[in-house]
Every structure is written in structure tokens, then in C-alpha cells.
């Protein structure tokens, strides 16, 4: 028996992006309850499902908690210096063999929710020096950042909708009810577009399906997949027809009306309609609700970033909220200042953001902030040549599952020399690696958000402690990349006396040093001592006499010497408006483990535009070629043939929440959700299993016939698929294969301009297999569990 007392923690759940704030009841190391914490400012006690999964991923037999190695008879336990030393005497060869662009490195989805790993990723990067760089931007958000560094001359600066503000909630392709929202942390989602419609506000849904959003909607509008960039420039369109165009006081600072006005010229309702799937009408009543609203909200996501012409749609849908006279006030949209700004630690350090400036070495794709593509991963490692990657490091990423034509990325990443994965399972991605390096377990580390706090509803900020002891010998994933960072620096540097330095620095510091550092850089930060911090870190470390001297002008003296460094620390001492008694810092944080309410967003502009003249581009000429080629297109018949679209479900998150039994137990929601007219026309039974394929290959599933989803549109959840060879995630084979809707969708399908993946809208076939297939996944009970904790 453990006779330990009861005891509370709090922090936010770090799954998805909603941050909700999680109350749990552990006694020592058992986790007794999770459930939502009703103080915090952000979430008011809202969960979904999820949070108690929380402790299904600490507790699972499967997760792995050392470093492992593959051999010929399976996974076996190797100690932290044997994974290193094997880690970086490979990564070296390879390097001195072909070259730093040889080592290819993938960073997934989770790394945006651990702070630790985001502060030590600049270095990591830094060290490796590749341009074979990837990451989850280019199958999720990165026509938001592309026109947030367009428009507003910072990648990282999106506009948030004030959705407890608003009178008019315009959704398109994002479905917020399941995922909980996505660049909008929006806790409690439902409860706030009730409030919404009580306060006789609308929420208005675009979507080939009737989510779980459009069901509590005011009005939802099937669209047909890949047209939102005309179905929005169509918008546009008639708010110019109708004289609505009233951007009001950013009007003084907004270049290129006109422009936007000549590019939507050809988009009148009656031309885009019939590819859209919309009746010319309702899409002018749409644009003059929405107008004629006191304020409103053009919000759009995955749906809509990740089909055709994502580049266009996301920048429109920020171009529609400033015409309307939505950007940046009250009730429209804003950008958040939260105790970390992100926007702004960006451009101090110089790094908002740039595009094209060099392409992939087999398609010419372009670099995003320094990353190209994931459609073009696989050929990088694939195609034989100078610059072909020999080796990847992954860190919590499993593009096998994520990215498109995941087969074809498996095949690519068993050809590896080397590969090396940061992560938590052995599952689809990782199981090709040669080394698997294992972070800490969720309650075993800190909790803080920089990235979601930036884009939330309201500007709050909370900090968490680990909740258990760190396990013997274990290491946090900013840890791991640490020793990595070092490691590959020292033998590369010629003076190694910087990453030494380093690594003494952020050691000493650990994450939460990190943290305080960046909140008292921050807008409501306490300023006071922060360059004597750093000298007594060096000092306390052992450098002393001539070394001291020489690092601190590297270290210090150099970020001293930089204008805007300095402008920043002499903005006060005390933090700036807003400020909480002396400024914030991360003590003061700690001592409200519920979380710091700081208040509503608030207006911004201009001051904070990172663009040349201090303006918004409206018009950006990126974007005029491609505004051209779409116009052509509207002149062709409308396409046919069936188009495959993703799906979310509360229960589930990504890739990796699928060995957690409570959330996947029960109805098999890996199914092709089809309309009853198509599965009439194609012979399928609700329930039968049906074969869904494309140039790139075919999956089989049951279908799901139902009339929510719109006709010429199949829906397929992505994420499954678990059961290929050598995953060890015994729940998720057992209990929810699946199929992975990625081993069909076609790395050749993206976005002409940006690379970005088109795996909503995919064209497809789909053939009856079987009528009703038996339905294996519920029938099934609970499953033995016989892994041993590694
Ligand atoms: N429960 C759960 N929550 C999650 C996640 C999860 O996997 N599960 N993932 C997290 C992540 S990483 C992200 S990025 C967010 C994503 O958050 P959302 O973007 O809100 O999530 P999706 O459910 O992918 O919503 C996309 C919607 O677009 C629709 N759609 C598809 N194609 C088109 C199109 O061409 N046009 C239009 N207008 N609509 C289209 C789909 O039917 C779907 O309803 O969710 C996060 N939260
Ligand atoms: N067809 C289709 N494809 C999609 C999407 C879609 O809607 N449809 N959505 C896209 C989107 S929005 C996204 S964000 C991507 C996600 O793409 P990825 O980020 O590549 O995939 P995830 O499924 O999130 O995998 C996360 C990995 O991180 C590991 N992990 C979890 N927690 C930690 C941790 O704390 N530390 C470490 N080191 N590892 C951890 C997990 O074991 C898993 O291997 O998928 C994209 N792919
Ligand atoms: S919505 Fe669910 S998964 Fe997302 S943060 Fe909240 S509790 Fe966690
Ligand atoms: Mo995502």
C-alpha cells in the first residue's frame, strides 16, 4: 500500500494547442485524477477526453524510457554515452564523407509544445548546419506564416481571432469543436460560440463535411475541397462590387487596396460558383452578412492550408479581415503580446522569416524559414548525387503517418545510412532508426507554452513544475539536444571553447533559467539585472582570468553591442504597461500555479508591423502570379471524380495518442465516410469495406455512408495505420490499426508556389470490396498488455 499523501498539481495539458489548464490528484507517483482546473484564466476548467490520456502516456509499458539501439534481434538497451558516442561518430562520418547537407533533420508537431526543446532548437540547427531541414510546417500552417512575413514582415506575427469579442465567426476548413482550434488557443471552444450566439452573434461553417462546428452553426455551406481561395477572393469581390470595403484605421497604414481590388476582379460569385459547389446568392449574402456585421472574424485552418492554392487562401482570408475593417480591433482580429513574445524576440534576433532563397537540390523546391518541403523529403534521400541525405534525425515527428506517400518515406528511410530519432515510441518513423533517444515523460518535466500563448484568445501566461521526480538516469528532451548540440559543435568548431561555454551557460540556467531570461526580455518583464545574471553564470562556472574575459565579450559584450538589444533593455527596468508590481518574472509566475490572467487582447498596429515601411501589405507581390493562373482556371469546367478530404476526432490527436486504450476502445472511426448518392452510385454498403486509391497506391477501410458529408467527397481520417512491421505500439495495432490516409495521398500534389502538401482535396477511386465488413477494432476487449516497461 502507499500510504503517501494526496497531493495536487497543476499545469496545462500540452497535447494540443487549446493549453488547458489540468488540475491532477497523485499520490507519489500514481496518478489518482485529472480534471479540468476551474481557475484557470484561460481554459476555466475545460477538458476534453484527451487530458486523462495524459496518464496513459506516462504509465504506458510501451513508451520507451532509455536509449535503445536496433540489431539484427530486435531493440536492445544501450546507456546514454554508448547512444551519443554511437550518435555522433556516425553523424560525423557521414559528415566528413559527403558533406553537412548529407544529415537531413525533421522536426514533428510535439516539439512546438516543449519549451525546452524550442529553446535549444536555434542551437541544434544551428550546429548541424544542413539544408536538408524539414518539419510539420509544410503539411500544416505555413501558408499562415508565408503571409503573416508577406503582409505583416514577421512569420511568427498571425492575427487571433477575439472570439469572445466578436459578433461574426466566419470558419473556414477548420473544425475548432474537434480539434479544440489551431493558431487560435481558444480552451472551452464550445462554450465560447454558445456565448457567441447568445450574445446574437453567428458562426458561420465552410466545410465539405458537417463537423462537429457546423453542427452548432447558424448556417454552414458545403464547399467543394481546394476552392476556398476563389470561394474567398469571391468574398472579396463583392465587398468591392458593394462599396463595403472599410478597412477604418489601419486604412492609414495598409498598402495595395487597389491592387487587391483589380486581383479579385475576375472572382464575381457567378464565376466561381460552380467550382466552388456554392450558389452565386448565398455567396454574396455570405460577404454582406459579414460586412454588414458590427465586427467579425475570418478565421481559416488545415482544411483550407493544406489544399489547393493554400498560399492564396491563407493570405485572403487575412486580406478579407482588413478590407472589412476586422484587422486588429476589437471583436476582429489581433495580435496577442504574451510574457514571451515570440513576434519579438523574432526580430530582435533577425529571424522573421524568409522564402525562396534557395531551392531543394532534386525539384527546386523552395526553403521556408530555412526548410524545405516535406512532398520532397523522401526524393532528398531517394536521388543519388552530391547533397543526397545519407542520415536523419528526427525528433518527435512520424512523418511516415504525417507527411504524403508515406510508403514511399519508409522506404526511403530503411535505405538510410544512419538515422537517429528523438522520441518517446517505436512506432511508423522511428522504427527505422538505428538509435532511438527517449525524453522524460510528461509529469517528469516543466510545463510552459511560448508558442500557443502567442496565439491565444487572451493573454495569460502559467509555468509548471514536473510533477514527478525526473527518473534515474533519464534526460529532458532540451537535455538531449544539448548534448547533441555540444557534441557536434566541438569536434566542427574550430575554437570549441564557445559550445563549452554553452553548454556550462545552459546547464546552469537549465529550461527554467531559459524561460525567466525570455520572460524578463519580455512585454511585461522585470529588466532589472539580467546582463549581471549572465556574468555571475559565467563566473560561477569556473571561467575565470583571460578565458572569462574572451567569453564574455563573445557572450555578452557582443549581444550588448547590438542597438536593439539594448533599445529593449532600457525600455525600463520594471517591465513596460500591464506590469504586475516590478515586472514579470518566472518567480512571480510560479507563485500562481493557475496561471497569470494579463487581460484581452488589445490593438497593435502599427507599432508592432516588422515590415519595411511600417505598413500592412495588402497585396503582396508574391502572390500576383499565382492570383492570374487561378483566374484561368475559373474558365475550365469544374473538376468531377471523387476528391479524399482528412478528419480529426476529440479522441485522438495526430499520430500518436492511439495506445492509449480508453481513447480508442469502442467504434472504429477509421472509416471513408461517403455520401449516400456516390456509395449508391459506387455499390457500397454502410460498413463494408471499400478500397480508396490514387496513382500512389491504395488502402482498405470500412465505409461510413452518411449524408454529412458532402457528395463527390470522401473523408479519411490521417494518423492510423499502425499496423506495419516492427511498431511497438502493442494498444494501437491491437485495438486501432487502421489505414494510413498518407500512404495514398501523392508527395507530386503541392502548392505550385510554396511546396506546402495538398492532402485534403486528393482525387481518388474508390471500389466496394466486401459488403459490411465486420467491424474487428470494436469487437474486441481489452487487450492484454505484455510489453515490460523498457
Ligand atoms: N482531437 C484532435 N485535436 C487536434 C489534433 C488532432 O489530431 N486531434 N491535431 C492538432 C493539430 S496538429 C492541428 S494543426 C489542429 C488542426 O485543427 P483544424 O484545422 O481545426 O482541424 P481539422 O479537423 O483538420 O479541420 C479541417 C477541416 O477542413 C475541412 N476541409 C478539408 N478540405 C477542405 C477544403 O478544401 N476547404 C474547406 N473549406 N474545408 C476543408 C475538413 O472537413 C475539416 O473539417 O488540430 C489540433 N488539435
Ligand atoms: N493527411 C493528413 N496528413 C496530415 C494532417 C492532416 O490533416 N491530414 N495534419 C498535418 C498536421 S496539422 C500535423 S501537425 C502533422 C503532424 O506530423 P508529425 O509531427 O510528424 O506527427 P505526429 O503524429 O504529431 O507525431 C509526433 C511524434 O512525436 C512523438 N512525441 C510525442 N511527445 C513527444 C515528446 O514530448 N518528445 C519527443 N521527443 N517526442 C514526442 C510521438 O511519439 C510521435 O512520434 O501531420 C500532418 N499530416
Ligand atoms: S483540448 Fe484536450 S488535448 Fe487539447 S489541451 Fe485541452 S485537454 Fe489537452
Ligand atoms: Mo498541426
Not at 128 to 151: I, N, W, Y
Not at 390 to 403: D, E, Y
Not at 619 to 633: F, I, N, Q, S, V
Not at 658 to 671: A, E
Request: glycine share 8%; hydrophobic share 40%.
Amino acid at each position: 500500500m502507499n500510504d503517501e499523501q494526496v497531493q495536487v498539481h497543476y499545469r496545462a495539458c500540452n497535447i494540443c494547442e487549446a493549453c488547458c489548464g489540468v488540475e491532477v490528484q497523485h499520490r507519489g507517483e500514481e496518478i489518482l485524477a485529472i480534471r479540468g482546473d476551474r481557475l484557470d484564466p484561460l481554459g476555466r476548467g475545460h477538458v476534453c477526453p484527451k487530458a486523462v490520456a495524459l496518464k496513459d502516456l506516462q504509465e504506458d509499458p510501451d513508451r520507451l524510457r532509455h536509449p535503445v539501439r536496433r540489431t539484427a534481434d530486435g531493440w536492445e538497451r544501450i546507456s546514454w554515452e554508448e547512444a551519443f558516442h554511437e550518435v555522433v561518430a556516425n553523424l560525423e562520418r557521414i559528415r566528413e564523407q559527403h558533406g553537412r547537407n548529407a544529415i537531413g533533420f525533421y522536426a514533428g508537431n510535439p516539439t512546438a509544445h516543449n519549451h525546452g526543446a524550442l529553446l535549444l532548437l536555434p542551437f541544434f540547427v544551428k550546429v548541424l548546419h544542413t539544408k536538408g531541414r524539414f518539419s510539420a510546417t509544410s503539411v500544416d500552417q505555413l501558408p499562415h506564416m508565408l503571409a503573416a512575413m508577406e503582409m505583416f514582415g514577421n512569420q511568427a506575427m498571425f492575427p487571433i481571432p477575439d472570439i469572445d469579442r466578436t459578433d461574426f465567426f466566419l470558419c473556414i476548413g477548420a473544425n475548432p469543436v474537434a480539434s479544440n482550434g489551431s493558431i487560435m488557443t481558444a480552451p472551452d471552444i464550445v462554450n465560447r460560440f454558445k456565448a457567441l450566439q447568445k450574445r446574437k452573434g453567428r458562426l458561420v461553417v465552410i466545410d465539405p463535411r458537417r463537423t462537429e462546428t457546423a453542427e452548432m452553426a447558424d448556417a454552414h455551406h458545403f464547399v467543394r475541397p481546394g476552392t476556398d481561395a476563389m470561394l474567398v477572393a469571391a468574398l472579396i469581390n463583392v465587398l468591392f462590387a458593394e462599396r463595403k470595403v472599410k478597412p477604418g484605421r489601419v486604412a492609414e497604414f495598409t498598402n495595395g487596396i487597389e491592387t487587391l481590388q483589380k486581383q479579385v476582379r475576375p472572382f464575381t460569385p457567378e464565376a466561381v460558383a460552380p467550382h466552388v459547389g456554392m450558389a452565386a446568392d448565398a455567396i454574396r449574402a455570405l460577404a454582406l452578412d459579414f460586412a454588414a456585421a458590427k465586427s467579425a472574424v475570418a478565421y481559416c485552418r488545415v482544411g483550407t492550408c493544406t489544399s489547393a492554392w493554400s498560399a492564396l487562401s491563407a493570405w485572403l482570408v487575412y486580406a478579407l479581415n482588413v478590407v472589412s475593417g476586422n484587422m486588429d480591433r476589437p471583436g476582429g482580429v489581433m495580435f496577442p503580446k504574451p510574457a514571451i513574445d515570440v513576434v519579438a524576440l523574432a526580430a530582435l534576433a533577425g529571424e522573421t522569416g524568409h522564402f525562396n532563397a534557395w531551392q531543394s537540390r532534386v525539384s527546386g523546391l523552395p526553403e521556408f524559414g530555412g526548410e524545405f518541403p516535406a512532398v520532397c523529403m523522401a526524393e532528398e534521400i531517394l536521388t543519388p548525387g552530391d547533397g543526397q541525405i545519407r542520415a536523419m534525425i528526427t525528433h518527435a515527428g512520424n512523418p511516415v503517418l504525417s507527411t504524403p506517400n508515406g510508403r514511399q518515406l519508409d522506404e526511403a528511410l530503411a535505405s538510410l545510412d544512419f538515422m537517429v530519432a528523438i522520441d518517446i515510441y517505436i512506432n511508423e518513423t522511428t522504427r527505422h532508426a538505428h538509435i532511438i533517444l527517449p525524453p522524460t515523460g510528461v509529469f517528469e518535466h516543466t510545463q510552459f507554452d511560448p508558442v500557443f500563448h502567442a496565439v491565444a484568445v487572451r493573454n495569460t501566461v502559467r509555468f509548471a513544475p514536473a510533477m514527478l521526480p525526473k527518473p534515474e538516469g533519464a534526460l529532458h528532451d532540451w537535455e538531449i539536444l544539448l548534448e547533441l548540440t555540444t557534441r557536434l559543435a566541438s569536434r566542427d568548431l574550430p575554437s570549441t571553447l564557445a559550445a563549452k561555454a554553452m553548454r556550462s551557460v545552459v546547464r546552469a540556467l537549465g529550461d527554467e533559467g531559459l524561460v525567466d531570461l525570455a520572460i524578463r526580455l519580455g512585454p511585461y518583464g522585470n529588466r532589472a539585472g539580467i546582463v549581471d545574471r549572465l556574468d555571475d553564470l559565467l563566473l560561477n562556472n569556473g571561467f575565470s582570468g583571460p578565458l572569462y574575459t574572451r567569453l564574455r565579450r563573445q557572450l555578452i559584450e557582443r549581444l550588448l553591442a547590438m542597438p536593439k538589444v539594448r533599445e529593449l533593455l532600457a525600455t525600463s527596468p520594471y517591465g513596460t504597461e500591464k506590469k504586475p508590481e516590478g515586472g514579470l518574472t518566472l518567480a512571480k509566475i510560479k507563485a500562481h500555479p493557475h496561471g497569470v490572467d494579463i487581460g484581452p487582447l488589445e490593438p497593435s498596429l502599427p507599432e508592432r508591423l516588422s515590415t519595411p515601411d511600417k505598413t500592412i501589405e495588402l497585396a503582396p507581390d508574391l502572390y500576383a502570379a499565382d492570383m492570374a493562373k487561378l483566374a484561368a482556371t475559373l474558365a475550365q469546367p469544374p473538376a468531377d471524380g471523387l476528391l479524399m478530404i482528412g478528419r480529426r476526432h476529440v479522441r485522438s490527436n495526430n499520430s500518436w495518442l492511439h495506445n492509449s486504450y480508453r481513447l480508442v476502445k469502442g467504434k472504429n472511426r477509421c472509416t471513408a465516410m461517403i455520401n449516400p448518392h456516390d456509395a449508391k452510385a459506387l455499390g457500397i454498403d454502410d460498413g463494408a469495406e471499400v478500397e480508396v486509391s490514387t496513382r500512389v497506391g491504395a488502402i482498405r477501410l470500412p465505409a461510413e455512408v452518411t449524408d454529412a458529408i458532402m457528395p463527390g467527397v470522401v473523408s479519411v481520417p490521417h494518423g492510423f495505420g499502425h499496423d506495419r512491421d516492427g511498431v511497438e505500439l502493442s494498444v494501437a495495432r491491437e485495438v486501432a490499426p487502421g489505414a494510413s490516409m498518407n500512404d495514398i495521398t501523392d508527395e507530386r500534389l503541392h502548392d505550385p508556389l510554396t511546396g506546402m502538401a495538398i492532402i485534403n482535396g486528393v482525387p481518388v477511386q474508390v471500389r466496394a470490396l466486401a459488403p459490411r465488413a465486420e467491424r474487428a477494432a470494436t469487437k474486441k476487449g481489452r487487450p492484454r498488455r505484455v510489453a515490460a516497461p523498457r
